[in-house]
């Protein structure tokens, strides 16, 4: 295996010592004829080491071809020629160790004009000549090299006249290679003000001229920027308005039509109701995945601040298209569930006011009605929480962006909350078994509230507590004081009550079957469970007495080796620690009763 390893690099090393033998002679045909041989070989080599010396060695044969390839993108090239170079480009930018020759602002320049997203930068940012004085190592101070990059952008004739898109997508192919895996190239790529070039040509997101392979790697292109660069994500959103921009090709690539505000459907399938469209094409999804990722970083911070009237307006515009988005299917089950990820991850995002836009279209034959509101985006949600739910894998990543969406929209919205309910809480008729036994939504979520995952399981009581009004009591009847502890001990709910929530007053709705047994279920569970005998029956007052001073006494003990920490619920509802007089007290007086507060909660139950 070692001399097959051997005798593979020699090859490889011969190779490319025969290629950058036949591009220095300048030849475009010699040069032609060895770059299409390595660009057949290379073509499906993603892997790259530069572990030892003959690694090394390779690597620095590698970066002078880059160098050369360069070289001859600065010239004047036949289309076969050109195409073969920067396919070569696309190539060798794989490898994250050889970069060199590609991150220098002068070799960018060139790649950003063949992809048609060079933009005018007389007015060039303060720190570029840092970025060029460290990349290029050229000296000079940073208005030659300001002066230099505009003179090169003047020279550079705009790609929107060049008709090859195959030359404009392996461009693109190449500048995304290099922003994966390199900061230096994604500095120079900022300075450059690559974000402008292609948010011109997104603007013509129903321009027909442009293929699928441009618009999708120009929308790649932008993840990567707006992901790996802060600075980028705000200019995208603020200066060249992104959430407009982007919901307009989310528009163009889904083919909608508007019958009315805020009310979206497919073109020519504006009578079919949602549930009935065929599945988008597989370029329509890519493309709109792309996108939903795009809007996700430009919003990351948007459900935390406030949004003025006209932002409100973008968003619940975008909304619309994104409750369209949720109710569509891409090609195959995969496919679709990816698609309806980054839709939800996206609607998390939203500004909560804005999430109404879910529940705004009429009322429909075939439409989930509640209340007379249309339910079929709010069931979408729960149902693909609940697959989420089922599947147990990565619940923190995939779980909590659905179920958190649900909780806020229930939080603020009456009738998503009354829609929910009946769907996860409906009235009460199992009391045999504990919360968490059983396969019905209810149980699935209760199990969850004593998950491994400090935040699955808070997410999961958050849902569940929103869901019964923070209502301490109806929490409680839900899911067992046991399971209920964790949320209550960390809101200062222990001693009942309600949170500081906003809801309606509403009737009880208890079942016959829970007012029958009520009386006998045990809070802590919350089931009716068989009498088990009294351990202290038989015993006097002073046996009983006795047994509780060793109790605390084996309390203390355990406390002073800090073998536990013991605590108390203090007038609070909050757990405080035990000081040693606290254990001294109840030991003195073990069969002292704490207050009880007065509970002026009723027990209504209303959906």
């Not at 696309?90 to 997203?117: C, E, N, Q, V």
């Not at 293929?211 to 959103?237: G, K, M, P, S, W």
């Not at 370029?283 to 911070?301: G, H, S």
């Not at 003025?308 to 515009?317: K, P, Q, S, T, V």
């Amino acid at each position: 295996m070692q001399a097959e390893a051997a005798a593979s690099l020699i090859t490889t090393k011969m190779d490319l010592n025969a290629i950058i033998e036949q591009m220095e002679t300048g030849d475009q045909d010699s040069a032609l004829a060895a770059l299409q041989s390595y660009n057949k070989e290379m073509n499906q080599c993603f892997t790259f080491s530069n572990e030892d010396e003959r690694d090394r060695e390779e690597g620095s044969l590698q970066k002078h071809l880059g160098e050369l390839v360069l070289g001859f993108l600065n010239r004047d090239l036949q289309p076969s020629c050109l195409l073969a170079c920067l396919e070569t480009v696309r190539i060798l930018s794989r490898d994250k160790h050889r970069l060199d020759p590609f991150i220098t602002r002068s070799a960018m320049l060139t790649l950003a004009r063949y992809a048609g997203i060079v933009v005018d930068i007389t007015a060039t940012p303060a720190h570029s000549h840092l970025v060029e004085g460290q990349v290029e190592g050229e000296g000079g101070n940073g208005e030659e090299a300001a002066e230099e990059s505009s003179k090169m952008v003047k020279e550079s004739s705009p790609h929107s006249e060049n008709s090859d898109q195959e030359v404009i997508v392996e461009a693109l192919k190449s500048i995304c290679n290099i922003l994966l895996h390199n900061e230096t190239g994604q500095v120079v790529a900022a300075d450059l003000q690559l974000i402008k070039g292609v948010a011109e040509r997104l603007k013509q997101c129903h321009d027909p001229t442009w293929n699928h392979e441009v618009r999708f790697f120009d929308l790649r292109l932008t993840f990567l920027l707006t992901a790996l660069r802060v600075d980028v994500r705000a200019q995208l959103a603020q200066e060249l308005h992104g959430i407009s921009l982007l919901g307009n090709q989310l528009d163009a690539t889904l083919d909608l039509c508007w019958p009315d505000t805020l009310e979206t459907a497919r073109a020519g399938f504006e009578s079919i109701p949602p549930e009935e469209l065929p599945p988008l094409s597989r370029e329509q999804t890519e493309r709109a995945m792309e996108i939903l990722k795009i809007l996700f970083n430009v919003t990351f911070d948007t459900s935390r601040r406030k949004v003025d009237e006209e932002e409100a307006a973008e968003y619940r515009h975008l909304g619309a298209i994104l409750r369209h988005c949720l109710l569509s299917h891409a090609d195959g089950e995969e496919r679709t569930e990816e698609f309806h990820s980054h839709t939800v991850n996206l609607l998390g995002n939203l500004p909560l006011p804005c999430l109404d836009v879910l529940l705004m279209p009429k009322v429909q034959q075939g439409s989930i009605e509640y209340m007379g509101v249309n339910m079929d985006a709010v069931n979408m949600l729960l149902e693909f929480m609940e697959r989420k739910l089922d599947r147990g894998h990565k619940l923190k990543e995939t779980l909590l962006p659905s179920l958190n969406l649900l909780t806020e929209s229930a939080r603020i919205h009456r009738e998503t909350r009354k829609f929910l309910r009946s769907k996860v809480l409906p009235p009460l008729r199992d009391v045999k078994n504990r919360p968490e036994v059983g396969n019905a939504l209810r149980n699935k979520i209760v199990r969850l509230m004593t998950h491994i995952d400090t935040d699955v399981k808070d997410h999961a009581a958050e849902f569940l507590f929103v869901l019964c009004k923070e209502n301490v009591s109806r929490f409680i009847k839900y899911t067992g004081y046991g399971n209920a502890a964790g949320l209550l001990a960390a809101r200062g709910l222990l001693r009942g009550g309600r949170d500081s929530g906003i809801y309606s007053e509403d009737e009880d709705s208890e079942t016959e079957e829970y007012k029958e047994a009520k009386a006998h279920i045990n809070p802590i569970t919350g089931v009716v469970e068989e009498e088990q005998p009294n351990p202290m029956e038989g015993m006097t007052e002073e046996q009983k007495e006795l047994e509780a001073m060793k109790l605390v006494s084996m309390f203390d003990r355990l406390s002073r080796c800090n073998v536990i920490q013991p605590m108390q619920l203090g007038m609070d509802g909050k757990m405080r620690e035990m000081t040693p007089d606290d254990l001294h007290k109840v030991s003195h007086n073990p069969l002292v009763q704490p207050e009880e507060p007065t509970n002026s909660e009723s027990e209504d139950d209303a959906q």
